[in-house]
């Protein structure tokens, strides 16, 4: 088959599932290295794919402009003359882009049927557990493109990375034995575990492993925010809490990442950006399950989850409000079942930290 010369790779959208490609553009990098890779995306994820050395090129598309905009964007994309357009959003808006006369287009498969099923009448159909950013190199299959089997990637410019090692440095974090991220927020409140639940755990690990935490979230997160971390200042005082909520941009935060030993998250964008920055996770999953193609890489996580719930999926993407009325799928994770998968990790975390001593 003719390799293509310029290709366009679509995905507007949200966080994980733009940090999720990363692995196909480098495959495909590594394929075609001569060719011109550019993608598309959501303006406020940008940043995710801008600095990215396999991409040539970032389009930025601004939601707000509305078909208009969208319509606009098509137009400079025309004048590319793309040879191929994969599309990993399959999206009423990534269908209208990518319908261009003379240029062969690729379309995610988001198994929306077995999805469909299991959620609407939990009834699993699904012929094994595809992770989404295994899903996109299927893509591409008939390119010879597979995958390398290194995992999701995120990359940062200097000026970002001094920047917040700038900021970091007056936190003066060698005081502390260790740090833990706290990523409490989600998108969805089926997502979310409870913030006082986050607190607790946070309130042990100052306690108990004389460390700091760091809590992570946007801008619509802070004022929740601002009461968990006055929970935690007023029990571990202020200067092993560190709240970055509402102040960085996804690049800092992926870089403020590195700071930390262990990262507590939800199903998030930010427990994507964590596991592309090699960071060790315990992830609390709720409404959504493994099939789904969300779960962080095993080696490096735990995921806690409440299996045996009849109720559970009840969503893809999560809900306001849980549509039985109990939340159990949260409800029943324990602190203390949290707390022992976060010593589990620091623990291995702590592995390789020793043999670099020796």
Not at 236 to 251: K, N, Q
Not at 256 to 269: E, I, K, M, P
Not at 297 to 308: C, D, L, N, Y
Request: proline share 4%; net charge positive.
């Amino acid at each position: 088959m003719r390799p293509p010369s310029k290709t366009l790779v679509i995905r507007f959208s949200s966080v994980g599932d733009v940090v999720l490609a990363s692995p196909l553009l480098r495959v495909l990098r590594s394929r075609f290295p001569k060719s011109q890779i550019d993608f598309l995306t959501r303006k406020e994820y940008a940043d995710l794919v801008r600095f990215n050395p396999n991409v040539n090129f970032t389009y930025e598309f601004d939601a707000s402009e509305g078909f208009a905009g969208l319509r606009r964007m098509k137009s400079v994309l025309k004048e590319e003359r793309y040879d191929l357009i994969v599309d990993l959003h399959n999206s009423i808006r990534s269908r209208f882009v990518r319908s261009m006369r003379g240029v062969k287009a690729v379309v995610v498969d988001k198994r929306i049927p077995e999805r469909t099923l299991l959620v609407k009448f939990k009834k699993n159909s699904y012929a094994g557990i595809v992770p989404v950013a295994d899903r996109y190199l299927e893509t591409l299959s008939e390119y010879g493109i597979s995958s390398d089997g290194k995992g999701a990637e995120l990359h940062l410019p200097d000026d970002v990375l001094f920047g917040v090692a700038s900021r970091v440095a007056k936190l003066h974090l060698n005081r502390f034995e260790h740090v833990l991220g706290l990523c409490p927020f989600a998108r969805h409140a089926t997502k979310e575990w409870p913030a006082e639940r986050f607190a607790e755990v946070g309130k042990r690990f100052v306690a108990e492993k004389a460390g700091a935490v760091m809590i992570f979230g946007g801008k619509a997160d802070v004022p929740r925010a601002t009461t968990l971390s006055a929970v935690l200042r007023r029990h571990s005082g202020d200067e092993r809490v560190i709240d970055w909520t509402g102040e960085l941009t996804l690049a800092e935060s992926a870089a403020a990442f590195q700071y930390c030993d262990v990262v507590l998250t939800n199903d998030s964008g930010l427990m994507h950006m964590a596991a592309a920055m090699q960071k060790r996770l315990v992830a609390v999953f709720g409404s959504t399950v493994e099939e789904f193609g969300f779960f962080p890489p095993r080696e490096t996580s735990i995921v806690i989850e409440q299996k045996g719930l009849a109720c559970r999926p009840c969503s893809h993407i999560g809900r306001d409000t849980c549509p039985e009325g109990h939340f159990r799928c949260m409800l029943d994770t324990s602190v203390d079942s949290v707390w022992r998968a976060v010593l589990e990790m620091m623990d291995r975390a702590d592995v390789p930290r020793e043999k670099e001593r020796a």
